[in-house]
């Protein structure tokens, strides 16, 4: 395969087609998942290895990501297949697609509920819908209050979701791409600052910062000149935030 002209041109091209035409691989196995289920084993193998649980969740992170990184190496030079799976893992990465979709069907639920009044089925529907998105209680968010929120969302996961792992694919093909995965996943699920993962998760925490921190500021660069695009007052919108 030639790693140059396919990251830097035609892979990440053809993943992000198929992300926006297709969105989630749902009926597919999805790598995520994998990760996931690893994790979960790891996680008492971890505890039990009588480390200071912070060195044993650096050494979780080194182990996720070098798995993944070498397994999805050895993946894409399978004879004959070698370049359907990197297409794969590619689109498999990203999820700008499903963000998208989500992201339009709790707006139409928000308007549509912003019609019917506040105690409407279908301002229920909308706090719901806007409450999959996000960790925290919508049940007695308004209108404006809600579309805030999925505003709030929307641009935290286009970077987390899209422009992260985006970055990585073309900076290192799938291998790299899956690495940054692995961590964001372990991230996700160790990285919380609760008795029982403020130790453990401390190392994949930290390292999903620094991974982010480019991705992070080129989706913010790009949030920005969208709004220039369409005309909108993005510096108003900041202050507000502020």
């Not at 996680?43 to 996720?64: Q, S």
Request: hydrophobic residues 50%; glycine residues 10%; neutral net charge.
């Amino acid at each position: 395969m030639d790693y140059l002209g396919a990251t830097l041109f035609s892979l990440p091209a053809l993943a992000t087609a198929l992300d926006l035409l297709l969105g989630d691989p749902h009926r597919l196995p999805h790598p995520v998942r994998a990760i996931g289920a690893f994790l979960t084993c790891l996680e008492p193998r971890a505890r039990a290895w009588g480390l200071p649980l912070r060195l044993a969740g650096a050494l979780c992170v080194l182990l996720t990501a070098g798995f993944c990184a070498g397994l999805v190496f050895l993946l894409l030079r399978v004879p004959l297949l070698g370049g359907a799976v990197a297409l794969y893992l590619a689109y498999a990465g990203l999820a700008l697609g499903q963000l998208v979709k989500e992201g339009r069907r709790a707006l139409r639920l928000i308007e549509s509920g912003a019609e019917s009044g506040d105690l409407s089925a279908e301002m229920n529907a909308a706090r719901e819908a806007v409450g999959f998105l996000v960790s925290r209680d919508t049940s007695a968010l308004g209108p404006e209050e809600l579309r805030r929120t999925l505003a709030e969302t929307l641009s935290e996961n286009l970077g987390d979701g899209f422009v992260c792992p985006l970055f990585y694919l073309v900076l290192a093909g799938p291998v790299g791409l899956w690495a940054y995965k692995a961590v964001s996943t372990m991230d996700s699920m160790w990285g919380y600052k609760t008795e029982r993962y403020r130790e453990l998760g401390w190392a994949c925490a930290r390292l999903d910062d620094a991974l982010a921190y480019l991705p992070a500021r080129l989706t913010a660069v790009l949030l920005i000149l969208a709004g220039l695009c369409l005309g909108l007052d993005w510096r108003g919108a900041l202050a507000h935030t502020a």
